[in-house]
């Protein structure tokens, strides 16, 4: 694979390579072909995604097969109130070596390529804020000592918008670490009845192939950063983000900086994902809600009128 994206070739071959990554995936999830597509442009772009939806919708088994096709270690923390910092990180036992008594580091969850951290917000804000070290520096500290993070590193966290009793709604801080906020929504009809007729007539599980090698995925984040944009479009960004922090009317507090790099790059990972050399105002404009939903404080007046996020969103843009 070419280092440089003007020397990729044949660039729209990788439409067929994420395609073929996308059925693969899909001899175990049915449909979500939407969300499937945002976790891998969220991998691209290396960064980290918040996945909320209602239960049973199969978020734990998507991630851990995409882990399988893309040849990842998986680890999954359930987040309850009653876990600890060092139940993530990991913590230092003594042990015995030829006699003599040694502290040694006993790694945690965390030492893994994909954390499926479930239910993020049933954990107290000292558990959640131990995640944060790894998902923006891809290290973590204990004690005086740094532990460096095994290259690919995400965390996709999830969060149940109903049953709000006993969470911990994340920090804004916190929130604005996660590149994207992808939204799992009900299957359609057709796709519930194909779930319900796979999962009811045989217990076996398909075998999911190895389709992307670690090396391959660092190569495909290097080229996605190489992605050209045009200037007028890179305006269009910057200027879709700068309004969330002018429409004093609906929002409080508007995107930050990090938004603006964030959206740019979902939008170049997109265009990869395409097969395309080039961001178009379409990339911009479809990656604009799950880069910025999750990063809009509403004020009152929003609230009492019952606009979503992605409403104004979609107003900002028109």
């Known amino acids: 694979m070419a280092k440089n994206i003007e020397s990729v070739r044949n660039i729209e071959k990788l439409k067929d390579t994420f395609s073929n990554v996308t059925k693969e995936i899909s001899k175990i999830i049915v449909g979500q072909e939407e969300v499937i597509e945002q976790i891998m442009i969220a991998i691209l772009a290396d960064g980290n995604a918040l996945l909320e939806s209602y239960p049973g919708l199969g978020k734990t088994t998507m991630v851990k097969t995409i882990a399988d096709v893309l040849d990842l270690k998986f680890s999954r923390i359930q987040n309850t109130p009653d876990l600890m910092p060092s139940d993530i990180i990991g913590t230092y036992v003594i042990e015995e070596e030829k006699g003599k008594k040694v502290f040694r580091f006993q790694k945690g969850p965390i030492f893994a390529n994909i954390i499926l951290a479930d239910e993020i917000n ?56 996660f590149l994207l906020k992808i939204l799992v929504d009900y299957p359609g009809f057709d796709d519930e009845m194909e779930i319900i007729n796979r999962f009811t ?18 190569l495909l984040q290097n080229l996605t950063r190489q992605v050209p944009i045009a200037d007028d479009i890179k305006k269009r960004a910057l200027e879709i983000v ?16 990090r938004a603006s790099i964030g959206l740019i790059l979902a939008a170049k990972a997109k265009a990869l994902i395409n097969g395309r050399k080039y961001v178009s105002a379409k990339d911009i404009e479809e990656m604009a809600y799950p880069v910025l939903r999750h990063r809009l404080i509403l004020n009152f007046k929003a609230e009492r009128e019952g606009k979503s996020a992605d409403d104004i969103i979609r107003e900002i843009m028109k």
């Open 122 to 177: 049933r954990a107290t804000p000292k558990t959640q804020s131990a995640m944060l070290e790894a998902m923006q520096e891809k290290q973590v500290t204990v004690g005086n000592q740094t532990f460096a993070l095994d290259q690919p590193f995400f965390v996709l966290a999830t969060q149940n918008p109903i049953d709000m009793e006993g969470t911990y709604p994340l920090p804004e801080a916190q929130v604005d670490r």
């Open 201 to 218: 007539k045989s217990s076996e599980i398909s075998k999911i192939r190895t389709l992307l090698s670690k090396d391959s995925l660092k």
């Open 242 to 257: 700068a309004k969330t922090r002018t429409t004093k009317d609906l929002i409080e507090y508007g995107a930050s900086p």
